[in-house]
């Protein structure tokens, strides 16, 4: 099975950038849909980006326009390009891969440990 490592995470400040990565242990150039998701304390974890295999998009709506996903299938990495982050997107990040990239809800893979996020107001 496929091994997901995040990182990039760290303190930030609202309003710097951050660049998240997620690398795959094994190709995902055939897996169709990469997402990240996130988890904040005392809140379920939800989907914060999702990228196919062709390059579509999809985001949450509390990130769009911020908020951008990647996927160097070469490399076989993910990436999220984060803009002006807010407090409120202080979260666990975490990667995987959807069952489609309309099923965002369940997943491949097994969950890794994620990447910490926070950011300071």
């Known amino acids: 099975q496929v091994q997901l490592v995040e990182s990039g995470g760290g303190l930030v400040q609202a309003g710097d950038s951050l660049r998240l990565s997620c690398a795959a242990s094994?190709?995902?150039?055939?897996?169709?849909?990469m997402g990240w998701y996130r988890q904040a304390p005392g809140k379920q974890r939800e989907l914060v980006a999702v990228i196919d295999s062709g390059g579509r998009t999809k985001y949450g709506d509390s990130v769009k326009g911020r908020f951008t996903i990647s996927r160097d299938n070469a490399k076989n990495t993910v990436y999220l390009q984060m803009n002006s982050p807010k407090p409120e997107d202080t979260a666990v990040y975490y990667c995987n891969a959807p069952i489609d990239f309309a099923t965002t809800s369940l997943v491949k893979f097994r969950w890794g440990q994620g990447t910490q996020v926070t950011v300071s107001s």
């Open positions: 094994g190709s995902i150039f055939s897996i169709n849909a």
